[in-house]
């Protein structure tokens, strides 16, 4: 009988050990990569030209010594660097009601090819949404999507983190674009 | 005897599946939103205005079309891009000994009323800390207080996450303005 | 017997118990200062000074009141923002192949010695590296190494976290630098 008990205190034991190894191991080794969240949105930016003040979102407020600030500079607006405030919504109709911001900024930055960096928010004060996620990283603009990372959230987004896929949904010339965005998040909290 | 052995054992299986499920699970699950760490900080930003050279902490580097380098632009200062070296100080006083710097920019990015966009460190190489912490989020600075995200960190703040509630503690026209920053940290490695 | 038995289960009870507090614990208390990949790359920075067109990959696009778009300011350059988009090398050879792009920018923040602030990421897109990896911080670049954090990544990088620590591996008066990254992953999914 001694032994039967022994038998399973040692498993118990074994088992103690093997639990322990795999929650050290999990903090950095074991992830699910099924997303916790999805959501999907739009935001529109309309870039300030000099005559479109009152339907301008966004405006150049740095730019290369060959630039200007009413008109994206030569060499692919290589060092403009645009400021933004676009609606956002939930579909790609920009008189659709829109449910928050998009805040921040992207700066282009290949001379040979349009690629930008971001790094901006979605603020949402909603009965839908509280709070905001933010995004930081690099898109290459001629792809036709391209992953930035969600690098954290506060309100109903508290501390969260993930993937945001971009897909340019539309563009009129140099003025106008709208970005269409599918966020996936894989830390909720 | 033997059935009894069993049991114990499908015990310890039947718990070993649901504590291994729990384990991947808690990768994106299961998280205490209980702070690991709490710091509170000020500190104190005086912008150039082409008169302070002696005493100023941070400068605009960046403007839309219709703004300049020494006064910040109508509009409620959308577009002016600000960088900044401001003392971090443990209380409201300015003249209090600095224990780092807050250092990186923020830009005011909406027509409509003040609201800006941070991202910056706060620098500490004293006996009490070593190390940076970073920040990034939107700051809608007219409401009373306003979260951004903790994204990272170095040294003592190593790998670190979480929220910093900011509030604005006091300001004087458009030249001096300091804030209370209230660190949450809610991953502590 | 039964008594037995009932030790067993409450051994088994006691045990789930401690473990179940373990992985509630796990999320912001036990991780392993391993990194989980470890990565070294060069990259070139040739900032635009009116006569290097060809040959530049960066440019200074924002600048304060005493400043100028062809030459970093003076005060330690506070407040010049540069953009760039800089050749990755597994080497310190500039003519080496590269095998990816640092885009982002950088801002000049301190007037009485050289520090900045950085936001980047590093692009790939070859056989051996697909996806990118995001970057900020504070760069106090007197000093002979610094860390950064890395807030995120996608492709082979997909939600990585880390450190990475910078070293500036040559400089030729204000035209040419070049900083050797050495990235230490902790999180990897």
């Known amino acids: 009988m001694a032994s039967k008990r022994f038998n399973c205190i040692a498993n118990l034991f074994f088992l103690f050990i093997i639990i322990s190894f795999s929650i050290v191991e999990s903090s950095n080794k074991i992830r699910a990569?099924?997303?916790c969240k999805?959501?999907?949105f739009y935001f529109h930016d309309i870039i300030y030209n000099g005559e479109n003040a009152k339907n301008a979102t966004s405006a150049i407020v740095g730019a290369p010594a060959w630039g200007n600030f009413t008109k994206l500079a030569g060499q692919n607006h290589f060092g403009d660097l645009v400021v933004f405030?676009?609606?956002i919504t939930l579909n790609n109709n920009i008189h659709s009601s829109p449910i928050g911001r998009a805040q921040g900024f992207y700066v282009y930055d290949k001379k040979e090819i349009f690629t930008a960096?971001?790094?901006f928010s979605f603020v949402f004060?909603?009965?839908e949404h509280k709070g905001s996620i933010n995004?930081?990283?690099a898109d290459p603009l001629m792809n036709k999507?391209?992953?930035i990372s969600v690098i954290g959230g506060t309100g109903d987004f508290f501390m969260t983190r993930g993937i945001a896929t971009i897909t340019t949904d539309?563009?009129?010339g140099e003025v106008y674009f709208r970005l269409c965005v599918d966020i996936k998040l894989y830390e909720c909290w």
Chains 1, 2, 3 share one sequence.
Do not use: K, V, Y
């Open 170 to 172: 539309a563009f009129e």
């Open 117 to 119: 960096w971001l790094g």
């Open 125 to 127: 004060n909603s009965t």
């Open 33 to 35: 990569r099924r997303p």
């Open 135 to 137: 995004f930081a990283g």
């Open 85 to 87: 405030d676009d609606p």
């Open 38 to 40: 999805t959501l999907t």
């Open 145 to 147: 999507t391209r992953d």
